[in-house]
């Protein structure tokens, strides 16, 4: 069973960048080390059917994507992930227009912490599928790796109004509330994640759902304790 999930906080494994089925308690363990540039690059675009490095940034994660790789390799659980990962390039490859397969690569991208990268596949995705409310979540979540609070609220909102009971949808916005430094919007959103009413879907096969460590309330109880600090 897959104990990684995008809803949740990033936790890294080796050279690899997972994110875990919501533990509140490992999130931001260890954020994505910054690996040395390699020569390789250009032959991962290839293998991967996505365009080689354009500019320092894109390098960056074309050498995470390698790293990443290479440690996958190591484990059973890597092996299915990598045979995922090219499974859905394959079919893009042939189809571009593909959505399950974009959305799912950029899924992966952004477990890998290659945040570019996801970007753009989900945003595909979207245009393929205007209505593809995970994809609009994913999105947010990568957008909100990258402080970029302004388009993750865009993104996370248009999720919910899409799909109100998404609990992944939910969540995220919920954290982006905190962020954002409004606790009391952020507990209407973990409010929402514990009524029955909320759907948690993860993307891979086995993959925990971002609930299953309780993250709703212990979300809840920050947002609580942190009005009670502002009575």
């Known amino acids: 069973m897959f104990a990684c999930s995008s809803k949740g906080g990033r936790l890294g494994i080796g050279n690899t960048r997972l994110k875990p089925a919501d533990d509140a308690f490992a999130e931001e363990i260890a954020r994505r080390c910054r690996i040395p540039k390699f020569g390789l690059t ?4 290839v ?5 080689p490095p354009v500019s320092a940034a894109d390098t960056d994660e074309f050498s995470t994507l390698l790293s990443w790789q290479a440690t996958a390799k190591q484990s059973l659980i890597g092996n299915q992930l990598i045979g995922i990962l090219n499974s859905t390039s394959t079919v893009l490859k042939s189809n571009p227009a593909h959505k399950r397969s974009r959305y799912l690569r950029g899924y992966l991208y952004g477990i890998i912490g290659c945040t570019s990268l996801a970007i753009a596949d989900l945003t595909k995705a979207i245009q393929c599928a205007a209505q593809f409310a995970a994809a609009y979540t994913d999105r947010g979540i990568c957008y909100m790796d990258l402080k970029n609070y302004d388009k993750a609220r865009v993104d996370l909102e248009r999720a919910v109004a899409l799909n109100p009971h998404s ?3 939910r969540l995220a916005h919920g954290k982006l509330m905190l962020e954002l430094e409004k606790p009391a919007l952020a507990a209407n959103d973990f409010r929402m994640c514990q009524s029955s009413l909320a759907t948690f879907s993860p993307a891979l096969p086995g993959e925990l759902p971002a609930n299953y460590y309780h993250a709703p309330d212990y979300y809840l109880g920050v947002c609580e304790e942190t009005l009670g600090r502002m009575d």
């Open 47 to 51: 293998c991967l059917c996505v365009p």
């Open 167 to 169: 609990g992944d949808a």
């Open 42 to 45: 250009f032959i991962i675009a």
